[in-house]
């Protein structure tokens, strides 16, 4: 069974407005999510991650809130530009760490696509 | 559903060795399936694209003789690193993507296998 899900396969939203992005997870050890951007044929980059000893983590135009009591979490773009069409992906590892080798659980991918 | 599964999860082998890695779509038919290595800062570097019952497509800067793909059928495929050795230390994840989804670009992702070489 899938442990991180992202319920809406695809969402469409104006340029300059709010984008939200959901992410939902059922194992209770995850203790460090992140959210990847993937482009047609290439690999996903990270884009931001959240710690659970944190509600909110801003990066720019990028924030990633977190709700441990719900197992939710979601990724707000603002203001939402054309070149933020892309497939997000959210992850999640029981444990933080600094090198490479997290194990990561990934959710099925929201496709973003935002209207000029 | 939607299930990726990825055997050794983990595995530490002796440098100059071969290590195979397999992934697998538990209840779906994957029609491509890629697979990717972790870097520092959780950045994932897509190393090759599979399809069942042909040659893998290999990223430009992969060494194809060093990292062998085998696509064998849509609900297999296998990372076979050659000669392995320190450097390839790393987590190589896998993903799949369903025959016949609605979305091309769905893609499942595995646990992942981390690789140490000694």
């Known amino acids: 069974d899938q442990q991180v899900k992202q319920n809406s396969p695809s969402l469409s939203v104006q340029e300059g407005r709010i984008s939200i992005l959901n992410c939902d997870y059922t194992?209770?050890?995850?203790?460090?999510f992140l959210w990847y951007k993937k482009y047609p044929a290439e690999g996903p980059t990270f884009l931001i991650s959240?710690?659970?000893?944190?509600d909110k983590n801003e990066d720019g135009r990028f924030t990633v809130f977190l709700n441990k009591s719900a197992k939710h979490l979601s990724l707000h773009i603002v203001p939402s530009q054309p070149g933020d069409s892309a497939v997000y992906f959210c992850?999640?590892?029981?444990?933080?760490?600094?090198?490479?080798?997290?194990?990561?659980?990934f959710g099925g991918g929201t496709r973003l696509m935002v209207k000029p | 559903g939607a299930v990726v599964s990825q055997h050794p999860s983990r595995v530490i082998c002796k440098s100059g060795t071969s290590v195979k890695i397999e992934c697998r779509s538990l209840?779906?038919?994957?029609?491509?399936m890629f697979w990717y290595r972790q870097f520092p800062k959780q950045s994932l570097m897509l190393m090759a694209t599979?399809?069942?019952?042909?040659?893998?497509?290999?990223e430009q800067g992969v060494e194809k003789d060093k990292f062998l793909i085998n696509h064998a059928s849509l609900t297999l495929s296998t990372l076979t690193v050659t000669s392995a050795h320190p450097e390839d230390s790393s987590f190589y994840i896998c993903?799949?993507?369903?025959?016949?989804?609605?979305?091309?670009?769905?893609?499942?992702f595995g646990p992942g296998t981390r690789l140490t070489v000694l």
């Open positions: 194992n209770s050890m995850f203790d460090y």
């Open positions: 992850a999640a590892s029981e444990k933080e760490e600094d090198n490479a080798g997290n194990m990561l659980t």
């Open positions: 959240i710690s659970s000893i944190k």
């Open positions: 599979s399809n069942e019952g042909s040659k893998a497509t290999y």
């Open positions: 209840d779906f038919q994957a029609t491509t």
């Open positions: 993903s799949a993507s369903p025959r016949g989804g609605a979305r091309t670009d769905t893609q499942y």
